[in-house]
């Protein structure tokens, strides 16, 4: 017995040593893993549900399409394919290939571009037997919406011929005959290539050359397209192919420019502008053209003078063209016509005064309006020709310029909404007021029923409702638009459908809705936990769809759209409904009927994220997308009662050789007592009896993402939490809750008592911890090191540094007043400027610099659009005068976060850098120490280190 207890206890030790060693034979997360860190995405279903497609690609280089037979467990993988689709009946996929990176990066080494840059290839796979058919040098390609059969594939520019060095008498004689012919003047602009029609099953092709655009009907009976002009001889215009009777029919040919072709549903009828004008004119006066496969004939519609356009207004080329559902509508944009202004040829361009006009009375402040000027410019306002009456009808103006319509486009009420008379308070009211107004689109009057209203009108799928949120009383509102008073359907209700958590200063908005139940019968909308049905006649009281289930197991319910084309929620819909538990995390999905009271019924449910659910159209085949912190978001697939669930592709699968670590939800209270979550990230064989540097990150609320699955990825402005993990630190991400008027003291109030938590427990080594944060988080951050010493160093990335000057600058990235954010929204004041003076100061972390003793790492870019550059130069200046251990990274062009790769790989090594040297004493690099000077800037970046290391937690301030 001893005998064996020995053995025993041999065996167990050599377990744990090997379980040890394979712990320790993980590698740690470094800067050089993210290339090859992969994404998953461009995932669908076959309309038949037997076939699933999806790219895996690393952020850096070549990936594959994956095609997989969900009946035979059989996968094929094609190298960088991409953009990839099935055909409506299921039996090809289609997708374009990329030409390698190495090579296009070898080329553009040696300043090669455009067009002697490889271009994409197409593959068609026929699904039965896997079969491929490859086409080079394709640009772009089409299927049918619904049809199936037929391919229109659009090619690049032919390479050029090589030259040869002797002519063949043959050669010599063609040569010799076209001279002869009379010379053409080709159009030098000239865009157009050729576009293939390809049969899939036959593999039979029709080719038509110039071509600059196209579209198929949605059944693929009519291929429509538009020629560019090569010459004298081969004008421009407009084509159309019939693919039963295999016939070009010339639609419109002999304008300068043809665009926007549409067609209807039924593929009969086609609609496009055109116009004579040359790309030179200073206006160019398009018109709108109608034809038929009746009468083959093109038709004039509207133009400058016909009847029903209003004065001095012109069709626009940028609008959309749509047809009703029934087809008798097509509905176009039009424009006011433009001042033409006269070319002063007597001034030199440099003698021309270049300034913006600020002025009291402008209704969008000139920051606004220059953001805006190619919006304005192009900027259509939306028109209806009835196309079985022969009527034009304006419906949107200057000061009605918004405009919706039915589901179907067939109803006779449109909606108008406006907030042109509200511009002007845009930057600090918020949300806008907005009119709105029923135009009747048979008599063609206009009756406005709402004013003022806060909320976003709209109009029900099939035109019986106007419906809103109003936050004024947090209700949700419906109006019918064939006359009555306005209704509150939530107002007796049990319930608010306002959003309880929000803590600005400003009206809630509201959880949302599902949709419409159809035939208009029912509005769903949500609470923070269900799914209410709301009556909209008012007759029956509000009826909580999912029976308080939600609300009774701590849950928030909401409903899945598994068909994208869905334009109302059915009467008798069996509901997928996505399911998130508030206290566990737990996610999932449920099954709930409309039509009928029942309780929703758990299908799945897990200590996941779950996202991405979609149905093919033709069976009850499923895919979707789940993870965790330590497992990436794969696609997995099952059936809609989700019983037997199957995994399909395993991305990442060197994620098991790297030390990851866990995440863990962890409660405290704030200063005055509000209970609080927030999530806190361990290093890999966590010991609870050693002492770990620790990171603090934040924003607002982040609890809820406990299951969201981080990919090692260079850093945009905040840190990368798996990296750091991997890298035995500590990560707290604190949920925060604001007070009106305090927010930075309301971030200490929130944070630090959870730091504090921590401490505490015992394995958090208190004298090496840090903060990190970028745009709200850079200012907590920023405010937070004027009013506590706790921390070893500091990131803060866009940080507002100054209130009282940052509340009257411009978000330059809109061209919107920054007070917006400082009275109602973020920033969390609740006044003006000089209402509440003393309270932007005391949030200012500028006014307190004196007090910072942390080191300070700041990222401020010269593009920020969000927050203003000089928000950054202000606190760097004050802290650099006071002699404080203060940084700031400034990348050049960039935005307000990182959009550049390299960028951002050279902030996450920077940020590795800063925070290993003052929390694990690690060298310091060049560019702390001694600086990069800007002459040698592009040519040394200062990453060197520069320092023998030093003992941990010694580090120099």
């Given at each position: 017995m001893k005998k064996l207890l020995c053995l025993a206890a041999l065996f167990g030790a050599s377990l744990l040593q090997a379980e040890a060693q394979g712990q320790a034979a993980k590698k740690t997360l470094s800067h050089d893993v993210y290339d090859s860190w992969n994404a998953l995405g461009g995932d669908e279903l076959s309309r038949n549900g037997q076939y699933v497609l999806y790219s895996i690609n690393p952020q850096e280089g070549d990936g594959a399409l994956h095609i997989r037979n969900l009946q035979r467990n059989a996968t094929s993988t094609y190298s960088r394919g991409t953009k990839a689709s099935f055909s409506t009946d299921s039996?090809?996929?289609?997708?374009?290939?990329k030409p390698e990176h190495d090579k296009v990066r070898a080329l553009k080494l040696k300043k090669k571009k455009g067009d002697d840059l490889p271009k994409d290839s197409l593959a068609i796979v026929k699904l039965e037997d896997m079969s491929v058919v490859k086409l080079p040098r394709v640009k772009s390609y089409k299927l049918p919406k619904e049809g199936s059969g037929w391919l229109a594939y659009h090619l690049e520019k032919p390479l050029p011929e090589k030259k040869e060095d002797k002519k063949t008498e043959a050669a010599e004689g063609e040569a010799k005959a076209e001279a002869k012919k009379p010379a053409l003047k080709p159009n030098k602009d000239a865009k157009g290539t050729d576009l293939v029609l390809r049969n899939l099953s036959t593999g039979q092709e029709h080719r038509f050359p110039r071509v600059v655009d196209y579209i198929f009907s949605e059944q693929g009976n009519m291929l429509y397209f538009v020629k560019d002009e090569l010459d004298s001889l081969h004008r421009a215009g407009v084509f159309a192919f019939n693919t039963a009777e295999l016939k070009e029919l010339p639609i419109d040919t002999g304008l300068v420019t043809y665009k926007g072709i549409s067609t209807d549903k039924v593929g009969n009828q086609l609609a496009y502008v055109a116009t004579a004008d040359t790309l030179k004119a200073d206006i160019r006066y398009f018109s709108l053209n109608y034809w038929n496969t009746k009468d083959r004939k093109k038709q004039?519609?509207?133009?400058?003078?016909?009847?029903?356009?209003?004065?001095?207004?012109?069709?626009s080329e940028h609008g959309s063209l749509n047809f009703s559902e029934d087809g008798k509508r097509l509905f176009f944009g039009t424009f006011p016509r433009p001042v033409r202004y006269e070319k002063d040829t007597t001034q030199l361009e440099e003698d021309k005064v270049s300034l913006d006009i600020w002025t009291y009375k402008d209704p969008l402040i000139q920051p606004m309006q220059l953001k805006q000027n190619d919006r304005t410019l192009k900027r259509s306002f939306l028109a209806m020709y009835d196309l079985r009456g022969g009527k034009?009808?304006?419906?949107?103006?200057?000061?009605?310029p918004d405009v919706y319509l039915d589901a179907n486009k067939t109803g006779d009420v449109a909606l108008g909404v406006s907030d042109e008379k509200y511009k002007i308070t845009i930057g600090y009211d918020t949300p806008t007021r907005k009119d709105a107004f029923l135009i009747d689109l048979k008599k063609g009057t206009v009756k406005q029923v709402l004013t003022e209203s806060r909320g976003n009108p709209r109009l029900s799928p099939m035109g019986k409702y106007v419906y809103w949120y109003e936050p004024l009383d947090s209700s949700w509102h419906v109006l019918g638009t064939k006359g009555g008073a306005s209704l509150n359907l939530t107002k007796k209700a049990a319930v608010p459908f306002y959003e309880e958590d929000n803590d600005m200063p400003m009206l809630p908005g509201s959880y949302g809705l599902a949709g419409w139940v159809e035939g208009d019968s029912h509005?769903?909308?949500?609470d923070r936990h269900d799914i209410w049905q709301l009556d909209p006649t008012g007759k029956k009281a509000a009826v909580n769809l999912t029976d308080t289930y939600g609300r009774q197991n701590n849950l928030r319910l909401r409903y899945e759209k598994l068909?994208?084309?869905?334009?109302?929620?059915?009467?008798?819909?069996?509901?997928?409904?996505?399911?998130?538990?508030?206290?566990?995390?737990?996610?999932?999905?449920?099954?709930?009927?409309?039509?009928?009271?029942?309780?929703?019924?758990?299908?799945?449910?897990?200590?996941?994220?779950?996202?991405?659910?979609?149905?093919?159209?033709?069976?009850?085949?499923?895919?979707?997308?789940r993870g965790d912190y330590r497992n990436y978001n794969d696609l997995y697939t099952s059936d809609l009662s989700f019983a037997?669930?199957?995994?399909?592709?395993?991305?990442?699968?060197?994620?098991?050789?790297?030390?990851?670590?866990?995440?863990?939800?962890?409660?405290w209270k704030s200063t005055d007592g509000i209970p609080l979550q927030g999530l806190l990230y361990k290093p890999e064989n966590f010991n609870p009896n050693k002492k770990y540097p620790m990171m603090v990150y934040f924003y607002e609320r982040s609890s809820d993402g406990i299951h969201n699955h981080r990919v090692p990825a260079p850093s945009a402005s905040v840190i990368n939490i798996p990296l750091f993990v991997s890298n035995d630190y500590l990560v707290f991400v604190p949920d925060i809750v604001y007070q009106d008027g305090y927010p930075g003291e309301s971030a200490m109030d929130c944070i630090i008592p959870g730091v504090q938590m921590l401490v505490q427990q015992g394995f958090v080594d208190e004298k090496n911890m840090a903060l990190q944060g970028q745009s709200w988080g850079g200012y907590q951050i920023a405010y937070m090191v004027t009013r506590t010493h706790l921390f070893k160093a500091a990131m803060a990335g866009a940080p507002v540094s100054n209130m009282t000057s940052a509340y009257g600058g411009i978000r330059w990235g809109t061209g919107l007043s920054r007070q917006f954010q400082y009275e109602r929204t973020q920033s969390r004041i609740g006044g003006t400027l000089w209402e509440k003076p003393m309270q932007f100061i005391e949030n200012s972390p500028l006014f307190f610099a004196d007090r910072v003793k942390t080191p300070l790492l700041i990222m401020h870019n010269d593009n920020d659009g969000a927050v203003p550059w000089y928000q950054g130069i202000e606190y760097f200046m004050a802290l650099r005068r006071l002699n404080k251990p203060v940084w700031m990274l400034v990348?050049?062009?960039?935005?307000?976060?990182?959009?550049?790769?390299?960028?951002?790989?050279?902030?996450?090594?920077?940020?590795?850098?800063?925070?290993?040297?003052?929390?694990?004493?690690a060298p310091a690099p060049v560019w702390m120490e001694q600086g990069v000077p800007s002459v040698v800037k592009g040519k040394n970046y200062g990453l060197e280190l520069v320092a023998e290391p030093e003992v941990a937690g010694e580090a120099k301030e």
């Open positions: 039996r090809y996929a289609v997708f374009q290939i004039v519609l509207a133009d400058t003078v016909a009847k029903g356009m209003p004065q001095n207004w012109m069709v034009m009808q304006q419906l949107a103006t200057l000061e009605m509005l769903l909308v949500y068909d994208p084309e869905e334009k109302f929620i059915p009467a008798n819909a069996e509901l997928v409904l996505a399911g998130f538990n508030y206290e566990t995390k737990a996610a999932g999905y449920y099954k709930d009927y409309v039509g009928r009271s029942a309780q929703p019924q758990p299908l799945i449910s897990s200590d996941h994220a779950y996202t991405s659910l979609s149905k093919a159209q033709n069976s009850n085949r499923v895919t979707f997308r037997k669930v199957d995994k399909l592709t395993d991305s990442n699968p060197q994620t098991a050789e790297y030390k990851w670590g866990t995440v863990e939800l962890v409660d990348y050049n062009g960039e935005e307000h976060n990182l959009m550049e790769r390299k960028n951002r790989k050279d902030l996450s090594v920077r940020m590795s850098q800063f925070f290993d040297h003052y929390l694990k004493g």
